[in-house]
T-cell receptor, first 112, second 116 residues
Framework: NAGVTQTPKFQVLKTGQSMTLQCAQDMNHEYMSWYRQDPGMGLRLIHYSVGAGITDQGEVPNGYNVSRSTTEDFPLRLLSAAPSQTSVYFC???????????FGEGSRLTVL | AQKITQTQPGMFVQEKEAVTLDCTYDTSDPSYGLFWYKQPSSGEMIFLIYQGSYDQQNATEGRYSLNFQKARKSANLVISASQLGDSAMYFCAMREGSGGYQKVTFGTGTKLQVIP
């Protein structure tokens, strides 16, 4: 009963490095999204997808890329990491019409 | 403008008492959904309750109920008979949009501490 799986759980990067946060779900959900959580700011939407091949920007998309080639996977790419991207990242999924979001366990990223 | 507003950064409640966590929202979409999530200190996000904009009755899930006042655009969470394990961050969220392009946005959260 995997649900939403995020990897890695922890990562330390140097400024300018690139990396990909992986997200996979096995519930056949159409809707997938990435959030970042910073102290005092709640969860802010980075990018989201309503199905394979369809993505759109959320509130804070700069510095991040996404793609959705399959229903199951929704990776988040940091092209050139900056200290401002130090955060906890959550991937979430749901059926597109109604219902709650299912969250992964989160990925803590530190950019030095 | 903020889509979801939670005006209480922190709240205290005595064990076994009821507590209301406030949430107001802003949308022009007639079809939307409202959620509450709990985030304990361990960090996971736990879904608590959901209210659709067309639902006639307030949603309830065990000790959780959602006080939905559509005209006032508020969706307050009521926790009855608080327990020590209820100490956590609580987030209100809204799903809006139609035609498949639905976004879910979150408020900044309320930290609830239950006092023995």
């Amino acid at each position: 009963n995997a649900g939403v799986t995020q990897t890695p759980k922890f990562q330390v990067l140097k400024t300018g490095q690139s990396m990909t946060l992986q997200c996979a779900q096995d519930m056949n959900h159409e809707y997938m999204s990435w959030y970042r959580q910073d102290p005092g700011m709640g969860l802010r939407l980075i990018h989201y997808s309503v199905g394979a091949g369809i993505t759109d920007q959320g509130e804070v998309p700069n510095g991040y890329n996404v793609s959705r080639s399959t229903t199951e996977d929704f990776p988040l790419r940091l092209l050139s990491a900056a200290p401002s991207q130090t955060s906890v990242y959550f991937c979430a999924s749901s059926y597109s019409l109604g219902g709650g979001l299912f969250f992964g366990e989160g990925s803590r990223l530190t950019v030095l | 403008a903020q889509k979801i507003t939670q005006t209480q950064p922190g709240m205290f409640v005595q064990e076994k008492e009821a507590v209301t966590l406030d949430c107001t929202y802003d949308t022009s979409d007639p079809s939307y959904g409202l959620f509450w999530y709990k985030q304990p200190s361990s960090g996971e996000m736990i879904f608590l309750i959901y209210q659709g904009s067309y639902d006639q009755q307030n949603a309830t899930e065990g000790r959780y109920s959602l006080n939905f006042q559509k005209a006032r655009k508020s969706a307050n969470l009521v926790i009855s008979a608080s327990q020590l394990g209820d100490s956590a961050m609580y987030f209100c969220a809204m799903r809006e949009g139609s035609g498949g392009y639905q976004k879910v946005t979150f408020g900044t959260g309320t930290k609830l501490q239950v006092i023995p």
